[in-house]
């Protein structure tokens, strides 16, 4: 089964666990079951149905966003890992 | 109690000097911090190369993530400012996803006393952690 990495800013809503053993073929079929099971990632990781712009999303080592977005195929050994972006500035 | 952060002098100097390296632009990267208190950098792209901005390489962040995380250590995330003091910025607070890291920011604004300072963000919540250099490094 594909493992999804939950970062530690986003483990508040999943009753405080790290990795998430899932089914989905996809990504959106991945983050559809995980909403399912932890309501509060919703708002966390989409925007209007689309997935928010500072959250990063690898399927192992490949950024979906270059890829396939939200249908980029996950395999059953595949690691999925959800990674707020690192961002800041001197202005604000 | 009052959290302190520790950082021993080379690594304090290290992390000028990459502040310097690529002037006038914001620099950034990661330490894990051993449960010694021994660091490990691992330095990131600036994906913006801009003197007022920066977003981590995503794909050097996961590495570096996922090394730090999965040996259990805990991790400092800097960044520099080239021309403002070393505090964070209301971007830097809005931005800031990581609740259990210390903030650390190297700021040139005097350029002849770079000044490392710690925080932590959470929730908005800016706390500065003092920070504490080290000398004499641990075996």
């Not at chain 1, 970062?7 to 809503?13: E, N, Q």
């Not at chain 2, 302190?4 to 990267?29: H, I, M, N």
């Amino acid at each position: 089964m594909p493992v999804v990495r939950i970062p530690t800013v986003l483990r508040r809503h999943t009753d405080g666990e790290a990795k998430l053993s899932v089914t989905g073929g996809t990504v959106r079929e991945v983050f559809d079951e995980l909403v399912a099971a932890h309501p509060g990632l919703e708002d966390q990781l989409f925007e209007d149905g689309d997935l928010r712009g500072f959250v990063n999303v690898f399927v192992e080592d490949e950024d979906i966003r270059f890829i396939s977005g939200l249908d980029t195929p996950v395999e059953p050994d595949d690691e999925v890992a959800i990674m707020p972006a690192v961002a800041g500035g001197a202005v604000s | 109690m009052v959290d302190t952060f520790e950082l021993d002098r080379r690594t304090f100097d290290l992390l000028v000097e990459r502040a310097w390296s690529d002037f006038p632009y914001e620099v950034c990267g990661l330490l894990g911090v051993r449960p010694d208190g021994t660091l490990d950098h691992y330095p990131i792209d600036n994906a913006e190369r801009s003197m007022t901005y920066y977003v981590m390489d995503a794909k050097q962040l996961l590495h570096a993530m996922r090394e730090i995380e999965d040996a259990d250590h805990g991790m400092a995330i800097y960044h520099s400012h080239t021309h403002t003091a070393a505090f964070p910025s209301a971007t830097d607070v809005r931005l800031a996803a990581y609740p259990e890291a210390t903030y650390l920011i190297v700021s040139l604004q005097d350029r002849d006393a770079p000044e490392i300072r710690a925080f932590s963000i959470v929730d908005g919540e800016v706390t500065e952690k003092p920070l504490v250099v080290r000398d004499e490094q641990l075996a």
